[in-house]
């Protein structure tokens, strides 16, 4: 079947815009995850969602982020006055449920110049 | 938190040797630990895992063994091929705390 998809793939922001990043999980995956991938890094937690229930929060870096997934399937991370720290690769992964394998989609590569 | 350190950051293998990765992770309640292979520019795709009940798991040319009394784990990959060439990561996770835990990464190259 279809894996998680991810939209834009690509973008460019100016310093201080606001941007809105999309997540498609595979059909039927209850568990989404978000995390952030700095150049040359592993990828880093940022947040997950059991459903539309956000029940975990702590690697958000800043209240400058915020998470959504309002009817528990698509979600949405949203970065609100954009920083040159905030460029990096914006990975999810969903899971059948919190336990199983996580499968991640490709990723959206924001830069902010 | 969880603290997972991998080693080599680079490794560099003749074809058809075999390649070895480490990580160790600090918190002895972890249970989960999966390994991740990513392309430039490519998605992770996981490529085997293996959870804290069993000490190996083996999948074609593909291993993975656990330490728990250690708190290591390492991926060893046999009879190595030039599409084996890719950053690798390991990772680590915990029932009730879903999140995956990242080591740096180790970029593998296979030389023809």
């Known amino acids: 079947g279809a894996g998680v998809s991810q939209s834009p793939r690509y973008k460019v922001a100016k310093r201080g815009q606001d941007v809105a990043l999309r997540c498609d999980p595979i059909?039927?995956?209850?568990?989404l995850f978000w995390y952030q991938q700095a150049l040359g890094q592993g990828p880093e937690f940022l947040t997950y969602f059991q459903n539309e229930a956000q029940l975990d929060k702590s690697g958000l870096p800043s209240d400058r982020f915020f998470a959504e997934r309002p009817e528990g399937s698509v979600s949405t991370l949203k970065i609100q006055r954009t920083q040159q720290e905030d460029s990096a690769v914006y990975l999810c992964?969903?899971?059948?449920?919190?336990?199983?394998?996580?499968?991640f989609g490709p990723g959206t590569r924001l830069t902010v110049t | 938190g969880e603290n997972v350190e991998q080693h080599p950051s680079t490794l560099s293998v003749q074809e058809g040797d075999s390649a070895v990765i480490k990580c160790t992770y600090s918190?002895?309640?972890?249970?989960?630990f999966p390994w991740y292979k990513q392309e430039l520019g490519k998605r992770p795709q996981l490529i085997i895992d293996i959870r804290s009940n069993v000490g190996e798991k083996k999948d074609q040319r593909i291993a993975v063994t656990l330490n728990k009394t250690a708190k290591h784990f390492s991926l060893h990959i046999t009879e190595t091929q030039p599409e084996d060439s890719a950053v690798y990561f390991c990772a680590a996770s915990k029932d009730g705390d879903y999140k995956l835990s990242f080591g740096a990464g180790t970029t593998v190259t296979v030389r023809a």
């Open positions: 992964a969903s899971s059948r449920s919190a336990r199983y394998e996580q499968y």
């Open positions: 059909s039927g995956h209850v568990s």
């Open positions: 918190d002895s309640a972890s249970n989960y």
